[in-house]
């Protein structure tokens, strides 16, 4: 059993930087593709990145790519998400996640969920 607690969110301005960290404990990641995904207020939850334990491989979503950067710290088991030029629209509860996929785009791929943590831009 994974669990999962995320920190780093908070209120920031539009063009400000943040970065989000998640401690992973209680099971072995390294078959594991771990990630983010927010949730907007009314909206669906969507991916946003995701990095695979072993092969170091990434994804990101088109409305963040170039702008975020998805890593990790194998010996802590933590993983980070570095978000830069901020936009009001990047407001959501960012949730971590882990599960026994690939670079999956769909919530449902994912076993595992931290509680989140609000991230709000303000313009």
């Known amino acids: 059993q994974v669990q999962l607690v995320e920190s780093g969110g908070g209120l920031v301005q539009a063009g400000d930087s943040l970065r989000l960290t998640c401690a992973a404990s209680?099971?072995?990641?390294?078959?594991?593709?771990m990630g983010w995904f927010r949730q907007a207020p009314g909206k669906e939850r969507e991916f946003v990145a995701s990095?695979?334990?072993?092969?170091?491989?990434?994804a990101y979503a088109d409305s963040v790519k170039g702008r975020s950067t998805i890593s990790k710290n194998n010996a802590r088991n933590t993983l980070y998400l570095q978000m830069n030029s901020l936009k009001p629209e990047d407001t959501a509860v960012y949730f971590c996640?882990?599960?026994?996929?690939?670079?999956?785009?769909?919530?449902?791929?994912?076993?595992?969920w931290g509680q989140g943590t609000q991230v709000t831009v303000s313009s």
């Open positions: 990095i695979h334990w072993t092969d170091d491989s990434t």
């Open positions: 209680g099971g072995t990641l390294s078959a594991y593709t």
């Open positions: 996640v882990a599960g026994l996929t690939y670079h999956d785009f769909r919530p449902h791929a994912y076993d595992y």
